[in-house]
């Protein structure tokens, strides 16, 4: 029986951890697997330093994996063959329904770190049994577009707040003899964002598509207000707005260029901006973040992202001392420990988190659409279970000209049918 301390007593919950645990003399090591972006691997770890420190019987071991569709076939893989990890990270909504949960996962509903949890997280991590599987790790997000502010200074630009706003603002800008949009389709990940930050605006005009999209009765390439993120990413491309090494840029090239002024605008998550300041940390308040627009300005909005979770499978070898990890993340300490090490990205999904009061413009640009009064929704892989794993590799090639946003929109259709096949979800 090990104790731990008095402060992890009061954020965790946890009393004890129950026989069968290694003797003091003895070490047992959990094993932690995450993905390898620079923000990430720093959190990660600097909650295993921080835990250890508190639990000096447990030793965590991590150990970083691609991100993208790598690193989506090596988590299946491992749960596969049972070689996961004690602990890993993964997205939550539809991705984690796709590592089918309830056969592969620890159920933890009924641990006392829940009590942290805000049910807006659980409801993304629960399986098709109603069961929670999983806590969060990192902070909610935005999907739009980071812009460097002092391009916007220069030139004297506006925040868009619709579709030919800003393409009237990356006129300007290429005008100028600057990059206009960075692209970084050397990690096919981030090629998403025209299409997925777009959803906001999908669902203003047709507020039942995610449910129809569940259903098999609405489609991308036949609902016009869905088709255009699709038709927004080859517009970009069509108007020579990229920078020239689009094809082979990574992410953090892409971080680089909009913290330094390479290019103004970059369409990402906001969570970057914890890369930013691994990256580039004199430029931290460079960058400013808004909303993907839409073509109506007075219904301007964000598309939101839920953290990504921390799952146990249920073959880990030490099941007790990977929940009192978990538990540590999901805690007041352990929200802490994340803001100290990758910088504050966003609203905690952890009851009593605060966020300093001194956070980049990034995030202060984006807490806005949280509060009260503001104006968010989930993206689509929060509402519906569905999302095709071959999207990234669609979006490199419309948004390279290779192939029509009409065809590649009637590819992703393809795409999800296979995937709701899988599910076996009604009417497909």
Not at 80 to 102: H, K, R
Not at 206 to 218: E, I, L, N, S, W
Not at 280 to 285: D, G, S, T, V, Y
Request: hydrophobic residues 40%.
């Amino acid at each position: 029986m090990r104790n731990l301390t008095r402060a992890a007593l009061a954020t965790t919950g946890i009393v004890v951890i129950m026989a069968g645990a290694a003797s003091a003399q003895d070490k047992v090591k959990v094993t932690f697997l995450f993905d390898n972006a620079p923000s990430t691997v720093a959190m990660a770890e600097a909650l295993a330093a921080a835990f250890e420190a508190k639990n000096p019987n447990i030793d965590i071991e991590t150990e970083s994996r691609p991100g993208g569709a790598d690193g989506d076939n090596l988590i299946k893989t491992r749960l596969a063959t049972g070689e996961m990890s004690d602990v890993f990270l993964y997205n939550a909504g539809s991705l984690f329904q796709a590592i089918n949960p309830v056969q592969n996962l620890v159920d933890v509903t009924d641990e006392p770190f829940q009590a942290n949890v805000i049910d807006s997280f659980k409801a993304t991590v629960t399986g098709t049994d109603g069961r929670v599987y999983g806590a969060p790790i990192g902070t909610a997000m935005g999907g739009g577009m980071l812009y460097n502010i002092p391009i916007y200074k220069e030139l004297g630009l506006s925040v868009p707040k619709s579709w030919a706003e800003f393409m009237a603002n990356n006129e300007k800008i290429k005008a100028a003899g600057k990059t206009a949009v960075i692209q970084t389709f050397g990690e096919t990940w981030t090629s998403q964002l025209f299409v997925l930050g777009d959803f906001y605006n999908v669902q203003a005009v047709v507020p039942t598509f995610a449910a129809d999209y569940t259903a098999g009765k609405a489609k991308y390439a036949s609902t016009p207000a869905a088709m255009k993120g699709f038709e927004r990413q080859e517009e970009v491309f069509k108007a020579g707005y990229l920078n020239e090494d689009f094809a082979a840029a990574t992410f953090p090239d892409g971080v680089t260029k909009i913290a330094t002024g390479e290019g103004a605008h970059y369409p990402m998550l906001s969570f970057a901006v914890s890369n930013i300041k691994e990256l580039a940390p004199e430029h931290i308040n460079d960058v400013g973040f808004f909303a993907i627009p839409g073509d109506d300005a007075a219904s301007n909005g964000l598309t939101t992202w839920m953290p990504a979770g921390l799952y146990i499978p249920k073959t880990s070898k030490h099941p007790d001392e990977a929940k009192a990890f978990v538990a540590f993340v999901a805690s007041i300490e352990g929200c802490d420990v994340q803001t100290q090490s990758a910088g504050a990205t966003g609203p905690y999904l952890v009851k009593d988190c605060t966020l300093p009061a001194d956070v980049p413009p990034v995030v202060s640009d984006l807490l806005p659409y949280f509060q009260e009064g503001g104006h968010s929704a989930p993206a689509l892989e929060y509402l519906s279970p569905i999302k095709g794993p071959a999207l990234e590799q669609i979006t490199v090639e419309v948004g390279s000209g290779i192939r029509s946003a009409a065809d590649g929109a009637a590819l992703y259709d393809e795409d999800v049918k296979k995937q709701a096949q899988q599910l076996g979800l009604p009417g497909w």
